[in-house]
């Protein structure tokens, strides 16, 4: 009889804790996504970490109540839209990085080919000019 007690206290806490997180959605979405959107300003990605903060929500289940809730929706939301900000941030700066070390930097093969290819039309330019000059010179 106990066992079953048990089994129905649990059956009843996994209930209310559905409840909980299906009101919550129902809710607090719109607003979770609204905060999130003026954060980082991008519609899609604001609706993709709206989506992971009530994934997250889950995570939690056990230890929801209705009148906390509220709060726990908005620090998952606000940690995650920090770590989103961190990573774009990070990106921002290793792109910015390679894109002036790429810029830099050359591969020596490539060079080698582009001194040699300047080098043939300077040659062609030296001796197209050498022969306009003799044959000024042999007119005059």
């Known amino acids: 009889m106990i066992e079953t007690e048990k089994d129905s206290i649990m059956e009843t806490t996994i209930n209310s804790s559905d409840n909980i997180i299906t009101r919550s959605y129902e809710e607090y979405h719109q607003v979770i996504l609204n ?4 954060r980082i300003t991008h519609r899609y990605e ?3 970490l709206t989506q ?4 997250r929500l889950l995570d939690y289940k056990q230890m ?3 009148d906390t809730v509220k ?4 620090t998952i939301a ?9 990573r774009y941030y990070k990106k921002q700066e290793i792109d910015s990085y390679l894109y002036d070390f ?5 591969n020596e093969t490539e060079e080698n080919i582009i001194v040699s290819n300047l080098m ?3 040659q062609m330019r030296i001796y197209s000019l050498i022969n306009n000059l003799l044959c000024l010179w042999k007119r005059n």
Not at 52 to 55: A, E, H, K
Not at 71 to 74: A, I, K, M, S, T
Not at 78 to 86: E, G, L, P
């Open 35 to 38: 905060y999130i959107t003026y």
């Open 46 to 48: 604001a609706e993709d």
């Open 52 to 55: 992971d903060v009530f994934v």
């Open 64 to 66: 929801l109540r209705p």
């Open 71 to 74: 709060y726990f929706l908005f």
């Open 78 to 86: 606000r940690n995650i839209v920090t770590d989103y900000i961190r």
């Open 102 to 106: 790429t810029a830099t930097s050359t």
């Open 120 to 122: 043939e039309m300077e």
